[in-house]
């Protein structure tokens, strides 16, 4: 019952019984009011409804919601979830494809690396695009439509390669690309980071990308060996879009009505309880507009927002530069046999995948995010030094699959700390990491693009320490974010140095 009526049938309650005590204290006075009874009265009535209205929110009423969703609350929580894992495995599927498909496209179109390598900073351009105009993106669309228009934009992508048209056309196809995995990879996240076991689904997530990215290598090579020209390739990819786009459109329909309960601050939530007036009255279109520009400002004067966009720039930087790089080291300064040597890359993203699948939730429960993070980098930095001093292709090989292992589980670690309460306000949540994740992908086509051209005048080993500097960077990004999980422990800060960033 909500909080409104019970207070009114106990007023009622409480005044007959005051009326039937004033009965009795004063007969042959009935006509007199005793003013000591009726100030008593008022403060136990006072103390009534703050005692029912404080049993009510401590209770979980039905007017209460939880704070986190569940798969079950609300109902289409199980498809939607299901609908963006299999959408993180096919952008998967379509990332891992470039890499192993170069080659090809370098003698298709006779071009050489430095133009070749457009598809990539095309596709960041699209991501940082997207970026700018997040802010009014998420108002106008909300989940409901925003995730739909993303897929539909690997739809146009994969269509215009799938036909092999010129070269010029390629570049553009790759910026439609970013745009939709931008719009699409920040609303997932977001969406799962609001989930009771976030960390788990987010690495179920993040795990379905690298399996795309892992297995689509092997299956597009496998195609060009027998003859089957590269570009037709692209034909799978967008029957995977199309069926995509359908199901996350039906999947999310109706999501911008059931998913506002947790959209809101948990602060603002309090305040509008408390004044029990609904937050929308007088609401207008023109405070819609000035909300989300708000939104935007916001976002962008929040230093947690640099913070993860530069350690997610880092972060993917270093990943595709090792991925993309060291098998070309392995040929150049290891002599590693060409026909077998390429299954060091695979071994890398296989890595990957079991790290996000099955340590990222053991990790964040015996140690929480923030120190996860930071052992696992630590340890990566260690394995990729030992990589870089040990002269045995097949040695190095298994180590940078163990790498891969503890490099997978930061991402959607990083993601889950982002949607820590105290961290970043939920309003602007969606900006926020959408601009992280334009960071991500200019750094995943910048740095493996820089080393690249240092490599055609140095030589290909310059991909290992580039990796040190930028994990580096991307570990000092993460011990200067808030201890937000130590805060919600309640925990007391020692006045040690080592406690300030463990």
């Not at 009534?48 to 929580?77: A, C, F």
């Not at 390669?161 to 690309?177: E, N, Q, R």
């Not at 230093?303 to 930087?317: A, N």
């Amino acid at each position: 019952m909500p909080v409104d009526e019970r207070v009114k049938e106990m007023e009622k309650a409480h005044i007959s019984v005051v009326r039937t005590e004033r009965g009795q204290e004063s007969e042959g006075y009935t006509n007199q009011r005793h003013p000591h009874a009726s100030r008593d009265s008022d403060e136990e009535l006072s103390q009534i409804r703050v005692s029912i209205h404080e049993n009510e929110i401590e209770s979980g009423g039905e007017d209460s919601v939880p704070q986190y969703m569940t798969l079950s609350n609300p109902p289409k929580n199980k498809w939607r979830l299901i609908a963006c894992i299999g959408w993180a495995m096919a952008l998967g599927f379509s990332d891992g494809t470039p890499g192993a498909l170069l080659p090809h496209i370098e003698d298709y179109y006779h071009l050489n690396y430095t133009l070749v390598s457009l598809i990539w900073v095309s596709s960041a351009a699209g991501y940082i695009f997207l970026a700018s105009i997040a802010f009014k993106i998420q108002p106008l669309l909300g989940t409901q439509y925003a995730l739909p228009l993303g897929c539909s934009m690997s739809v146009i992508m994969h269509s215009i390669i799938c036909s092999g048209t010129k070269y010029p056309a390629i570049v553009i196809a790759f910026f439609f690309g970013g745009v939709g995995g931008a719009i699409s990879m920040a609303q997932c996240n977001v969406y799962f980071s609001r989930f009771d076991k976030g960390t788990i689904y987010l690495s179920y997530l993040h795990g379905a990308y690298g399996i795309g990215a892992t297995i689509s290598p092997f299956i597009c090579t496998s195609m060009v060996a027998v003859g089957i020209p590269w570009y037709r390739f692209y034909l799978i990819l967008v029957g995977l879009a199309v069926f995509n786009t359908i199901n996350i459109f039906f999947s999310f329909r109706g999501a911008n009505e059931d998913l506002k309960p947790w959209e809101a601050d948990t602060q603002d939530e309090n305040e509008a309880e408390k004044q029990r007036i609904p937050k929308d009255i007088g609401a207008n279109t023109s405070a819609s507009k000035s909300s989300s520009n708000q939104e935007m400002l916001m976002a962008l004067k929040n230093p947690v927002t640099w913070l993860i966009s530069f350690f997610c720039l880092f972060y993917q930087g270093a990943e595709v530069s090792l991925a993309g790089w060291i098998v070309s080291f392995f040929l150049d300064y290891r002599h590693g046999n060409p026909k077998l040597v390429g299954y060091a890359a695979s071994g890398f993203w296989g890595g990957l995948t079991v790290g996000r699948l099955f340590f990222t939730k053991p990790m964040h429960a015996y140690f929480g995010a923030r120190r996860a993070v930071i052992l696992a980098s630590v340890l990566s930095f260690v394995l990729v030094g030992i990589v870089w001093a040990v002269p045995n292709v097949i040695a190095e090989s298994i180590i940078v699959s163990i790498a891969g292992v503890l490099i997978g589980p930061n991402y959607p670690l990083l993601v889950v700390y982002s949607a820590h309460d105290g961290l970043i306000p939920r309003k602007i949540q969606v900006v926020s990491i959408t601009v992280m994740s334009a960071f991500g992908v200019s750094g995943g086509a910048l740095f493996p693009f820089m080393v690249g051209l240092v490599s055609q005048r140095a030589g290909t080993f310059v991909v290992l320490p580039a990796f040190l500097v930028l994990y580096f960077l991307m570990f000092i990004c993460w011990i200067c974010l808030p201890k937000v999980e130590q805060m919600k422990d309640g925990s007391k800060s020692k006045k040690s140095i080592l406690s300030r960033f463990w």
